[in-house]
């Protein structure tokens, strides 16, 4: 049996811990990024979830300065940032993007500070390329209880508002009409969403968090017009895309330049990518035959005009 | 019991020292059909957050059935302005209904034959089952109207107040919506306030005009404020109403405003027979 798959997974791929940690934190953070992106896409929050990846970075970077573990540099950062945010108004459809900008420059200013200072008195890159760009094969053991409990925490937001948040991100006047407290809402699912990018980052690197959080959630949004099942489907996506991203990259030890591993990161976001391409293919094919009422439209505008 | 289900009694609302809303006092009784009537600018909005609590009145005071107390969001149903759905929601017409039944409430809906026959019935009741499967973002104008009706009727308001759901409309789906309306008003003795800026689509089916210019008010049927000397009076300067094959057009006298140099000119919602 093993001799059989030996084509498909490497020699030592099921033996390896370093294998097993990426195969959980995987798929644990492909389900959270899974659920609390589809809410990012609807809301028109791709911006701030790239933000939050490149605030990450800085968050990241001071970490190791510092000497603590990267997610805690992560995490904070990201809080901080999403507080940042807030306050300079993202909730409102002028302020969001501009405000985003102006913070985001600040942090990669900073953040270029940090890893100049690190490189300066350590004397590597190694751990500004974990940071900028991951790897999931490089995750302590240690890390994984708080890994769990923040994607049980960012997973407990989004499951809890859903109803009040899908109706808020419907129509900020409709759900305000019944009492819902709309801005409330928003900070809450912006902390959700803030700790998800952190996940991101720490599993496949701050700059490439984003394509975890948008890219399968757009895709699912393409497949299926129910919100409980495009949360299950871009979960599912995810963890596809973070599967075959950690078989192929462990496979890579053998491929050349031999004797290093090509980055996880680089197979997950383009498995990502190539199956944002692929969903959106049924509705092509819909459309060519015209037999779809839902064909008049633009397939992809994410931009609310009502918010 | 006071036998109004909404009393509006001297609302002044002002903004950034603007005056928006002037001492605006008006009735509705349960199950009637009221028009609220303006031009752009001319308060409606203002006016419909102030209804439900989301915008605080200067003076004056809004009460439900008699009481103060009264929480708007239960009592009303509400279709904001200028809405259009994203074409991407991945949400059908029917999640959409359905989330009117619970909006409010946390977690995710356990799905039940109990909920599903209801959602059904409203579907039936503004006549969207046809398209009740499709995304909602993609459906027309007016498909979409009716389906956020229902997400409103759902919730078995006593009242329900749209702004300007006819502003993106074609005549036949306003004319619809309007018949569906009066049909829901009249069956489930829900009150329906309505705002407009022409007057003429709703004219068959009012029981009430709350007649709104620059934040001041009148208020009464049809016959009694559609008038030259009421609406003179509102306006603050002498406009004419005119009847021409049962459409109602009202333009500003000759003579009387010297900017206009005696030109006849229309108001913004003046209609223009074609």
């Known amino acids: 049996m093993s001799h059989f798959l030996t084509p498909v997974f490497a020699p030592g791929f099921f033996a390896s811990e370093a294998v097993h940690i990426a195969l959980g934190v995987g798929t644990l953070v492909a389900i959270v990024t899974g659920a609390v992106g589809v809410f990012t896409v609807m809301r028109g929050q791709a911006f701030a979830g790239e933000a939050f990846g490149d605030i990450g970075t800085t968050g990241g970077s001071g970490a190791f300065l510092v000497g603590v573990g990267p997610l805690w540099g992560f995490v904070i950062g990201n809080l901080l940032a999403a507080g940042a945010m807030e306050t300079i108004g993202i909730q409102r459809t002028r302020g969001r993007d501009l405000a985003t900008g102006i913070v985001l420059g600040a942090s990669i200013g900073l953040a270029a500070l940090f890893l100049y200072l690190y490189t300066a008195s350590h004397s590597t890159t190694g751990e500004t390329v974990t940071i900028l760009f991951g790897s999931a094969f490089a995750i302590a053991s240690s890390t994984f209880p708080l890994i769990a409990l923040l994607s049980l925490l960012a997973l407990a937001i989004t499951i809890t508002l859903y109803r009040p948040l899908l109706l808020a991100t419907v129509s900020p006047e409709m759900a305000a009409a019944r009492g819902i407290p709309v801005r409330m809402i928003g900070i809450l699912y912006l902390i959700a969403l803030a700790l998800a990018a952190a996940l991101a980052a720490i599993t496949i690197g701050s700059i490439l968090g984003t394509a975890l959080l948008v890219g399968p959630a757009a895709s699912a949004l393409r497949l299926t017009k129910r919100p409980l099942v495009a949360m299950l489907t871009a979960a599912g996506i995810g963890i596809g895309a973070m599967w075959l991203g950690i078989v192929l990259a462990y496979d890579s030890y053998e491929w050349p330049p031999s004797g290093h591993g090509w980055p996880i990161s680089f197979f997950v976001v383009t498995l990502v990518f190539i199956l944002y391409l692929a969903s959106g293919l049924p509705e092509r094919r819909h459309r060519r035959r015209g037999d779809s009422p839902e064909q008049a439209r633009p397939a992809l505008d994410i931009v609310h005009e009502s918010q | ?274």
């Open chain 2, 1 to 274: 019991m006071s036998p109004n289900i909404l009393t509006v009694q001297g609302v002044d609302v002002r903004l950034a020292g603007r005056k928006i809303l002037d001492r605006v006092s008006f009735n509705i009784a349960p199950g009637e059909f009221t028009g609220l009537i303006g031009s752009n600018g001319a308060g409606k909005t203002t006016l419909f957050r102030v209804i439900l609590g989301l915008q605080p009145a200067s003076a004056g005071e809004v009460l439900f059935g008699g009481s103060t107390r009264a929480s708007p969001s239960k009592l009303i149903g509400f279709v904001p302005q200028k809405f259009l759905l994203d074409p991407d929601l991945p949400m059908r017409a029917r999640d959409l209904v359905g989330l009117g039944l619970d909006a409010q409430r946390l977690g995710i809906p356990r799905p039940s034959r109990a909920r599903r026959a209801l959602v059904e019935e409203m579907l039936e009741a503004v006549d969207a089952t046809r398209f009740a499967d499709t995304r909602v973002g993609r459906l027309s104008g007016g498909e979409q109207q009716r389906i956020l009706i229902a997400h409103a009727l759902i919730a078995r308001p006593r009242l329900l107040l749209l702004d300007e759901p006819l502003a993106n409309l074609d005549l036949r789906s306003a004319h619809e919506v309007v018949a569906l309306l009066a049909r829901i008003a009249r069956e489930q003795q829900i009150a329906v306030l309505i705002s407009a800026h022409e007057i003429n689509p709703l004219l068959g089916v009012m029981d009430r005009i709350v007649y709104l210019a620059s934040g001041r008010a009148v208020s009464g049927s049809a016959d009694e404020v559609v008038r030259a000397d009421v609406l003179s009076k509102l306006y603050g300067h002498h406009v004419d109403v005119l009847n021409v094959h049962g459409r109602v057009l009202i333009v500003a006298g000759a003579g009387e405003d010297t900017d206009l140099a005696g030109h006849e000119v229309a108001f913004p919602d003046t209609e223009i027979v074609s």
